[in-house]
């Protein structure tokens, strides 16, 4: 049924995945960006924008992601966001001026950002409050260690093969958390109809003791948001 949870495993990986979609492209690009400056003969506080902008899709995509989830389903907009993530990147690979290539970072980060606001969702969605803590410890440590070897592997990927290179890279990583999203991981949430099925379930056990009460109004306000 709906309810029925997968095996661990087999959710985890994409969640730690999706997770990493955003950081890892929000930082592969930073050792690019004087040889960005010299390609398109732009300043480097243009070429920067590159980076900065990023995050301004990530925040954008914040505020709608969640909602939108609720509304039509954790896996269609996690998907759609996965394949505006992939074409965004592909364009980025593509660009001729600075100024298309920022634009494009900015559609970039709004794909980017699904994985991480979705990995969130499905963890509460998915694993009860005695497994979030260990599951959210793993899915964070992605935050942790993406923007220490990002920058790495862009300077690596730079050197070898050129700047448009790391989006060929980002975009591979990110299209191959996409492959992941399959019936044995994700399909089993496909609807918004689980989210409050699943909210319901955790009321019936939590109401038979008064203390979690207030875990139930904190729950209610994170699913609905996203």
Not at 39 to 62: E, K, N, P, R, Y
Not at 109 to 135: H, K, N, Q, W
């Amino acid at each position: 049924s709906a309810l029925d949870r997968p095996p661990s495993k087999l959710l985890l990986l994409p969640l730690v995945l999706m997770n990493g979609v955003a950081p890892i492209s929000l930082y592969v690009l930073v050792p690019a960006l004087p040889v960005l400056a010299t390609t398109f003969g732009a300043s480097i506080s243009i070429a920067q924008m590159t980076v900065s902008l990023f995050m301004v899709g990530i925040a954008c995509s914040q505020l709608i992601m969640g909602p939108l989830s609720d509304r039509f389903g954790r896996r269609p907009v996690l998907l759609f966001g996965l394949l505006f993530f992939a074409l965004s990147t592909l364009g980025c690979s593509l660009a001729d001026s600075i100024g298309g290539l920022i634009a494009l970072r900015v559609v970039q980060g709004i794909g980017a950002a699904s994985g991480s606001v979705l990995a969130r969702a499905l963890t509460r969605d998915a694993y009860s409050f005695e497994e979030m803590p260990r599951i959210m410890s793993l899915i964070a440590l992605v935050l942790n260690v993406a923007p220490a070897i990002s920058p790495s592997i862009g300077g690596f990927l730079g050197e070898a093969y050129g700047w448009r290179a790391t989006f060929w890279f980002v975009g591979g990583f990110g299209t191959g958390s996409g492959a992941f999203q399959r019936p044995q991981g994700l399909a089993w949430i496909d609807g918004s109809i689980y989210v409050s099925d699943a909210l319901n379930r955790r009321i019936s056990v939590w109401s038979e003791d008064g203390a979690h009460l207030r875990d139930i109004a904190v729950g209610t306000c994170e699913m609905s948001y996203g």
